[in-house]
């Protein structure tokens, strides 16, 4: 294994600047750009692998596990990270060994600011969730000292779970042409995101194929919240209102239907709904929220499975894992209110 000794000597630095560099305290000590890519390249050529647990078991830790990074944006979406967990902790209750679990919020389109992924000193593989398009392209092009899984987004580099996210908003255009509508909208979170666009995107397409009309005036853009989705659909209401309306979002959809309600509109009768990612919340609004289920703790697991297997070198390179997702109706469209019988 190699030392940082040796990454000092490959780069024609002192130790005692390696290994700040790989320590991730190359700016606080100013040290050059320029030397600090030398330092890294080094430990790249090197496959330099830090002994996290040496240095745990130097600073007094009792116990020392393996520790798993979870890499969660810091931003509206922060209240989506539950249905996540509660799937790592469903895996790591099943699987061989004991791991620790960091969460390390990120801000987005600034992934690239977070030198421990570069350096990989404290942690031993890393989860990154909901990466914006400008953090996707910063990690295509880099060079990273720690094995990484990306979720809800796909990757030529680095192992990921993913879905569908265009055949899904194709899916929804499909529903509203087989229950009659031709006049159709959509609420979209106003964030850089790929799942999103790629959701909105297989919409449009899909309902321009079945001739559904879009007018500019029903596409409407929020924040990624439940206020988002309120403003968005007052917003919405002072136009001809559309028969359906694809909410891309659940949060906003339980905003929409509150401000489609205090406008007046009734759902489903003025209007059918139809959000996207299944959270618990969606079978306890009034009406209860038809929606594309997103199988987030089954991802999760899969995330985690994945990252063991490269901490441990089980897998030799990263590999891709497409899962399913489905709509479910409920009352907001497509089950009669006086039947609704949720599972």
């Known amino acids: 294994m190699s030392s940082i000794k040796e990454i000092a000597r490959l780069a024609n630095v002192s130790q005692g ?37 040496a240095r745990r078991l130097r600073s007094g830790g009792e116990k020392v596990l393996p520790i798993i990074a979870l890499f969660w944006t810091l931003d509206t979406r922060t209240v989506l990270i539950s249905r996540f967990l ?3 902790q469903q895996e790591l209750a099943e699987i061989e060994g004991e791991y620790e679990l960091l969460i390390q919020p990120f801000v987005g389109s600034k992934l690239s600011e977070t030198r421990s992924l570069v350096t990989g000193t404290r942690f031993n593989g890393a989860i990154i969730a909901n990466p914006t398009e400008e953090d996707e392209r910063y990690l295509e092009q880099s060079q990273l000292n720690v094995p990484i899984v990306l979720y809800q987004r796909s990757s030529e580099r680095y192992a990921s779970v993913n879905v569908d996210s265009y055949a899904s908003g194709r899916a929804v255009a499909e529903l509203f042409a087989s229950r009659g509508h031709q006049r159709v909208g959509v609420l979209v979170p106003d964030v850089s995101s790929a799942a999103i666009r790629l959701r909105k995107e297989g919409f449009l397409e899909r309902a321009a194929e079945l001739g559904l009309e879009v007018r500019d005036e029903h596409m409407v853009y929020g924040d990624f919240s439940e206020r988002g989705g309120y403003e968005a659909a007052c917003k919405l209401v002072k136009t ?10 659940d949060q906003m959809a339980v905003g929409a239907l509150s401000g489609l309600h205090d406008s007046g509109k009734r759902v489903p009768d003025d209007i059918e709904l139809v959000g996207h990612d299944d959270d618990e919340i969606a079978r306890f609004t009034i009406p209860s929220l038809s929606t594309v289920h997103l199988p987030v703790e089954e991802m999760a697991r899969e995330c985690l499975r994945m990252l063991v297997d490269l901490i441990h070198h089980r897998s030799p390179e990263p590999v891709a894992r497409l899962m399913d997702t489905s709509i479910v109706l409920r009352t907001s469209c497509g089950i009669d209110s006086s039947n609704a019988n949720d599972a």
Do not use: C, H, W
């Open 240 to 249: 001809s209102l559309p028969s359906a309306l694809f909410v891309i979002s």
């Open 17 to 53: 600047t390696a290994s700040l560099v790989m320590n991730g305290k190359g700016d606080q000590y100013r040290i050059s750009v320029a030397t600090q890519q030398k330092v890294l390249e080094a430990a790249r050529a090197l496959n330099y692998q830090p002994n996290i647990s």
């Open 86 to 88: 509660r799937g790592l």
